[in-house]
């Protein structure tokens, strides 16, 4: 009986203990939540791979993955969406320093190109906020090979 009482004693300090840290964890202004902006965070990343080697050398499809860190890709344009955190926006994209581009709030995690002539070619992918101020960005460059039997 007092191993039992001794037991439920030391339980019952433990839940204390651990009660108070989480009380104290989270104190007014302590909690981070998605919704709010946080202070402090982290600056967004843009990380780009060279196309997928198979699609590329025996189609001549260029699948350029890519991924960010502490940003998400959204569908959502203007100031408002400013104040989101993690931060959101889009990507812009250009192919071959041409004079147009196109922005893509998908977030598939892979920008697709087919069509492109044989050839060497450069692909710019940058992350841009929700009014489209560019944040950061890479350039994958490879060569489309000639494939017998397509026609650009």
Known sequence: MITTVRALGLAAIALLTVATAIAQAQTPGSVQTQFLPIKDEPEPKLLVDQPLAEPLTTRGVAIIPYR??????????????????PRVGHLHVNV?????????????????????????????????????????????????????????
């Open 96 to 152: 071959d320093d041409l004079p147009w581009r196109w922005a893509d709030a998908g977030g598939t995690g892979a920008i697709v190109l087919t069509g492109l002539p044989a050839g060497k070619h450069k692909v710019l992918i940058e992350i841009v906020t929700p009014e489209h101020r560019v944040i950061g960005g890479q350039t994958a460059s490879f060569t489309v090979p000639a494939i017998h039997g397509q026609h650009h």
């Open 68 to 85: 960010t860190e502490n940003f998400r890709i959204l569908p959502i344009f203007g100031p408002g969406a400013s104040d989101v955190s």
